[in-house]
């Protein structure tokens, strides 16, 4: 049985940092691209970041620059270190996988999903 489970979320103000963990379970973890999409209240699930198994990323244009995504195949990880936070990247975060390389941002093309994780930014 696949299992992705976030953590790492909170509370921050703004300009500040956090870092998301998902460690996954039951998939060969290297055969898999992991990807972070967000969900704001009322908003529609945005994909943030994406990371191959080769470390190759992609990135939305509204947290290039200030957010990084990395991986550890050997401790079956994905990161995401978030900084200078804003009040518009208050959202639930979920890891995503999706078999193969390609680096995807439709959520459709992903097999498994963690439950998420809250990242509230205060102003």
């Known amino acids: 049985q696949v299992q992705l489970v976030e953590s790492g979320g909170g509370l921050v103000q703004a300009g500040g940092s956090l870092r998301l963990s998902c460690a996954a379970s039951g998939l060969t973890f290297s055969n898999y691209a992991i990807a972070w999409f967000r969900q704001a209240p009322g908003k529609e699930r945005d994909f943030v970041a994406a990371v191959a198994w080769s470390g190759n990323t992609n990135y939305a244009d509204s947290v290039r620059g200030r957010f990084t995504i990395s991986r550890d195949n050997a401790k079956k990880t994905m990161y995401l270190h978030m900084s200078s936070l804003k009040p518009e990247d208050t959202a639930v975060y979920y890891c995503?996988?999706?078999?193969?390389?390609?680096?995807?941002?439709?959520?459709?093309?992903?097999?498994?999903w963690g439950q998420g994780t809250q990242v509230t930014v205060s102003s």
């Open positions: 995503a996988a999706r078999y193969g390389v390609r680096l995807t941002t439709n959520g459709i093309e992903y097999n498994f």
